[in-house]
């Protein structure tokens, strides 16, 4: 069949850009407006792509990240160059450490002058070059096709990430006449039949398998095939730190999370277990119990490691069986397999799924007047099943991991690279992207300070997020380790916080005080149904520091 010829465009690279943006299928842009690209904010003027306005370049670049989280396709953001791309690389660092697809676009100093330290001039590929999956400069406004599309391709195949592109302020200015683009088709990668097959001998053999989901790149799809793979074998499944919403919570077969705090009894499963099936993960530091949980190289149980990304497989465990898929290839090939006649580890699911309940339906009190224990049991009874949780870094957020039962896909957003501040900004991309849901985050105070302007973002777009500010006037995970290591010798982890509901009501936001768990659900109530964004901030003493132990018992050790 002949191939019809692209139809051709003649414009600046501001406009070219935009328009291979919008033939590529970006849904939206986040950015903070600067004069080094001021040819792409024209060109935006008058496209059909959203653009939401941020108040930090850290801020948009992690609404960016989050909704390549949701999205599984590039977040798209643009800064301004020197300090707007320093700035972003908060949000560069999540999407790195979180496989998530991402495009910075920074404005860039003209050709001419590189080399000279002109005005906010940065080598941006010695900047990124560590943190980015590719970062390069667009000298050519020919060529802007060529590399979006690379752009595009890079950031989603293999383990995702993030993307630079530097564009010089004199290119955009520049006119040619390119080639239209095709719409954007992420790349699949399968396992090949011999590989299922062994997969299947593996399991056959299994007295104790586990597994185990992570990473990014799954889709609605994937996660009901492999569910239905593991009701076929029975098979505990567990998901690894921050990836809850990879597997129904409250399903039989739900084993509980491998991250922070882990129960003990899941840790020990993992520990014992003579076969783990870990499919997009990578188990790194924190799930696997700072490398404790693995022997590195080899691995004592029988390792199968399902990963997108080669490059992946055999970097820090040795595999008994690698397979290059990404989880909706590898998924699918799942619908094959069939179960032993005699399940060997039947009724090990069921166990391991009470065992989870009983681990994450525990109410432990703190001390103070605000149980936070209390507050999640509302909140569980409550919640939509489709509500998004953002949040960020510090011990306030073990409420969420450890007591919210997540049901659905993109129901949670949280860095695995435990980048403080990201909560709100995420919160913020989730809404934007499902205005219909309810989106929640929860921000400790510490937390919320590093991102707290954006606050102004979610009034300006009529985003009705709920905001949850935990509130101990303190960075909590510090001193709680300060406090373990130099019992008694407070330094740099106390803070004097503000009146975090009148900040919020200066934006005209719905805001709260709320000092009693009886006094949380009517003002969540309150909150939901103003229709506006919301703040309800929460004063727990300091003392309840973490949900298992106080301050003074770590101190007594």
Same mark, same amino acid.
């Given at each position: 069949?002949?191939?019809?010829?692209?139809?051709?465009?003649?414009?600046?690279?501001?406009?070219?850009?935009?328009?291979?943006?919008?033939?590529?299928?970006?849904?939206?842009?986040?950015?903070?407006?600067?004069?080094?690209?001021?040819?792409?904010?024209?060109?935006?003027?008058?496209?059909?792509?959203?653009?939401?306005?941020?108040?930090?370049?850290?801020?948009?670049?992690?609404?960016?990240?989050?909704?390549?989280?949701?999205?599984?396709?590039?977040?798209?953001?643009?800064?301004?160059?020197?300090?707007?791309?320093?700035?972003?690389?908060?949000?560069?660092?999540?999407?790195?450490?979180?496989?998530?697809?991402?495009?910075?676009?920074?404005?860039?100093?003209?050709?001419?002058?590189?080399?000279?330290?002109?005005?906010?001039?940065?080598?941006?590929?010695?900047? =990124?070059?560590?943190?980015?999956?590719?970062?390069?400069?667009?000298?050519?406004?020919?060529?802007?096709?060529?590399?979006?599309?690379?752009?595009?391709?890079?950031?989603?195949?293999?383990?995702?990430?993030?993307?630079?592109?530097?564009?010089?302020?004199?290119?955009?200015?520049?006119?040619?006449?390119?080639?239209?683009?095709?719409?954007?088709?992420?790349?699949?990668?399968?396992?090949?039949?011999?590989?299922?097959?062994?997969?299947?001998?593996?399991?056959?053999?299994?007295?104790?398998?586990?597994?185990?989901?992570?990473?990014? @790149?799954?889709?609605?799809?994937?996660?009901?095939?492999?569910?239905? =793979?593991?009701?076929?074998?029975?098979?505990?499944?567990?998901?690894?730190?921050?990836?809850?919403?990879?597997?129904?919570?409250?399903?039989?077969?739900?084993?509980?999370?491998?991250?922070?705090?882990?129960?003990?009894?899941?840790?020990?499963?993992?520990?014992?277990?003579?076969?783990?099936?870990?499919?997009?993960?990578?188990?790194?530091?924190?799930?696997?119990?700072?490398?404790?949980?693995?022997?590195?190289?080899?691995?004592?149980?029988?390792?199968?490691?399902?990963?997108?990304?080669?490059?992946?497989?055999?970097?820090?465990?040795?595999?008994?069986?690698?397979?290059?898929?990404?989880?909706?290839?590898?998924?699918?090939?799942? %619908?094959?397999?069939?179960?032993?006649?005699?399940?060997?580890? %039947?009724?090990?699911?069921?166990?391991?799924?009470?065992?989870?309940?009983?681990?994450?339906?525990?109410?432990?009190?703190?001390?103070?007047?605000?149980?936070?224990?209390?507050?999640?049991?509302?909140?569980?009874?409550?919640?939509?099943?489709?509500?998004?949780?953002?949040?960020?870094?510090?011990?306030?957020?073990?409420?969420?991991? @450890?007591?919210?039962? =997540? @049901?659905?896909?993109?129901?949670?957003?949280?860095?695995?690279?435990?980048?403080?501040?990201?909560?709100?900004?995420?919160?913020?991309?989730?809404?934007?992207?499902?205005?219909?849901?309810?989106?929640?985050?929860?921000?400790?105070?510490?937390?919320?300070?590093?991102?707290?302007?954006?606050?102004?973002?979610?009034?300006?777009?009529?985003?009705?997020?709920?905001?949850?500010?935990?509130?101990?006037?303190?960075?909590?995970?510090?001193?709680?380790?300060?406090?373990?290591?130099?019992?008694?010798?407070?330094?740099?982890?106390?803070?004097?916080?503000?009146?975090?509901?009148?900040?919020?009501?200066?934006?005209?936001?719905?805001?709260?005080?709320?000092?009693?768990?009886? %006094?949380?659900?009517?003002?969540?109530?309150?909150?939901?149904?103003?229709?506006?964004?919301?703040?309800?901030?929460?004063?727990?003493?300091?003392?309840?520091?973490?949900?298992?132990?106080?301050?003074?018992?770590?101190?007594?050790?």
């Amino acid at each position: 069949m002949e191939k019809r010829a692209a139809r051709r465009l003649t414009g600046t690279g501001g406009v070219l850009l935009v328009r291979a943006l919008e033939q590529l299928g970006a849904e939206r842009v986040f950015c903070v407006p600067g004069e080094s690209y001021l040819p792409v904010l024209d060109a935006l003027h008058d496209a059909s792509i959203p653009v939401t306005v941020c108040r930090q370049e850290g801020g948009a670049a992690m609404m960016a990240e989050a909704f390549g989280k949701m999205t599984a396709r590039p977040g798209i953001c643009m800064v301004t160059r020197g300090p707007g791309a320093t700035n972003a690389a908060a949000g560069v660092h999540v999407a790195q450490q979180d496989s998530t697809p991402m495009i910075l676009f920074v404005g860039q100093i003209e050709t001419g002058m590189r080399g000279r330290d002109a005005f906010q001039e940065v080598d941006y590929r010695q900047f =990124f070059g560590g943190m980015a999956k590719w970062v390069a400069e667009i000298e050519d406004p020919a060529r802007i096709p060529e590399m979006l599309s690379r752009a595009y391709h890079v950031a989603t195949s293999g383990r995702p990430g993030p993307v630079v592109l530097a564009l010089p302020e004199d290119m955009l200015a520049q006119t040619a006449e390119v080639a239209e683009l095709p719409a954007f088709v992420p790349l699949e990668t399968h396992p090949s039949l011999a590989q299922m097959a062994d997969l299947q001998k593996r399991l056959w053999a299994a007295k104790r398998p586990l597994a185990i989901l992570g990473g990014s @790149r799954w889709s609605e799809g994937a996660r009901a095939a492999f569910t239905r =793979f593991a009701e076929r074998f029975q098979l505990p499944t567990a998901c690894s730190f921050r990836r809850q919403m990879l597997f129904d919570n409250l399903h039989g077969n739900y084993a509980g999370d491998v991250g922070i705090g882990i129960n003990p009894k899941l840790a020990e499963r993992v520990r014992e277990a003579d076969l783990l099936l870990l499919v997009g993960g990578r188990l790194s530091e924190m799930p696997s119990q700072s490398y404790g949980l693995l022997d590195i190289p080899q691995p004592r149980q029988t390792l199968v490691h399902v990963h997108a990304g080669a490059e992946e497989l055999g970097r820090v465990y040795l595999p008994d069986l690698a397979i290059h898929a990404t989880p909706n290839g590898f998924c699918a090939a799942l %619908e094959a397999l069939q179960p032993p006649n005699a399940i060997a580890w %039947e009724g090990a699911a069921a166990t391991a799924h009470d065992d989870y309940l009983a681990w994450s339906g525990a109410r432990p009190q703190v001390p103070g007047a605000l149980q936070m224990a209390q507050v999640m049991d509302w909140l569980e009874q409550h919640l939509p099943e489709d509500a998004i949780l953002a949040n960020g870094a510090g011990n306030y957020a073990t409420w969420v991991h @450890r007591f919210h039962r =997540f @049901r659905r896909l993109n129901t949670q957003l949280a860095p695995t690279s435990g980048s403080m501040g990201y909560g709100l900004p995420a919160a913020v991309a989730g809404k934007l992207k499902y205005p219909e849901r309810m989106v929640v985050c929860f921000a400790g105070d510490g937390c919320l300070q590093m991102t707290m302007q954006e606050f102004g973002t979610a009034a300006q777009e009529g985003a009705a997020i709920i905001t949850i500010v935990v509130d101990n006037g303190m960075y909590g995970t510090i001193r709680m380790h300060q406090e373990r290591d130099f019992p008694g010798r407070v330094s740099a982890t106390t803070l004097v916080n503000p009146d975090f509901a009148a900040f919020a009501r200066a934006y005209g936001a719905h805001a709260e005080m709320v000092e009693t768990a009886a %006094e949380f659900a009517p003002a969540f109530e309150r909150a939901a149904a103003s229709g506006k964004p919301a703040l309800l901030h929460l004063k727990l003493d300091p003392e309840a520091i973490t949900p298992v132990r106080s301050l003074s018992q770590i101190r007594a050790g």
